[in-house]
């Protein structure tokens, strides 16, 4: 009985193997349409655009946040950004950029939004290469969020991909890995110091969080440079503020 029993079981296991070969054999054009355009269209697109959001976001981290600063000094060559400023001596300066992440994200957009227009239309010709009817594939759009840890970029791309099947694509979206949003709060953090009390004790910061590494520069006209660096991961961001401003020849302006 024994052996009957285990020659049962071997015949119904034979039997479903079988059966899921031939259904994956006559599935697999299709399987593997749609796992294979689930991932490549993002890799193709994270490829494509990548390399100009990093570009974009060394440059705005030099700049305090903006591409083209209204209102900076210009230090080792770098237009900074005055994020709180005052023309006058002796008084504490006026915020010039309260929301300065959601700042620094519409600036990258802005930076990168060509781009992914660009890798919009090279990745449209790149399926039609391959043999696919593709409509849509026009018009992109893009937007960044810095978050902890992180920065997100979404490229919405309404596109239609048939070839044997049809598949639908709108979000691509991929990360890049990065302190940013830390050296951004940090760097919101100081200029509230600055606002409020004309100077800020940048070594406290650093006591607080080893990672984190805070040069402070007094220029000859009362400006401060700051930069907030990651020790870690090495980015920075440089962003200068006028506050509290003493003339030269009072021993605080120099």
Not at 33 to 51: H, I, L, Q, Y
Not at 101 to 117: G, S, T, V
Not at 223 to 237: A, K, L
Request: proline share 5%.
């Amino acid at each position: 009985m024994r052996k009957r029993g285990q020659t049962a079981v071997f015949i119904i296991v034979a039997v479903v193997i079988v059966v899921l070969g031939i259904l994956i054999y006559l599935l697999y054009p299709k399987i593997s349409t749609v796992f294979g355009m689930d991932a490549e269209p993002n890799s193709f697109m994270k490829t494509c655009v990548e390399p100009t959001v990093k570009e974009g976001v060394e440059l705005l981290s030099k700049q305090g946040g903006c591409l083209n600063p209204e209102g900076y000094v210009l230090h080792n060559g770098n237009m900074v950004k005055y994020l709180c400023y005052i023309s006058s001596y002796y008084v504490p300066c006026y915020v010039q950029q309260p929301m300065i992440r959601a700042h620094f994200e519409q600036e990258l957009e802005q930076m990168i939004q060509n781009k992914a227009d660009e890798c919009a239309g090279d990745l449209k010709e790149y399926y039609e290469d391959r043999g696919y009817d593709v409509s849509g594939g026009t018009n992109a759009e893009a937007s960044v969020s810095v978050v902890p840890n992180r920065i997100n970029i979404v490229v919405n791309i309404p596109m239609t991909l048939t070839k044997d099947t049809t598949q639908r694509f709108e979000d691509f979206k991929f990360s890049i890995p990065s302190k940013l949003y830390s050296l951004l709060m940090t760097a919101l953090s100081i200029i509230d110091f600055e606002s409020t009390y004309g100077d800020s004790e940048t070594t406290l910061y650093m006591q607080y969080y080893p990672d984190l590494k805070i040069r402070k520069t007094k220029l000859i006209d009362g400006s401060t440079v700051y930069t907030v660096g990651d020790v870690n991961s090495e980015e920075s961001f440089t962003f200068a503020s006028r506050s509290l401003a003493w003339p030269p020849g009072y021993g605080f302006g120099g």
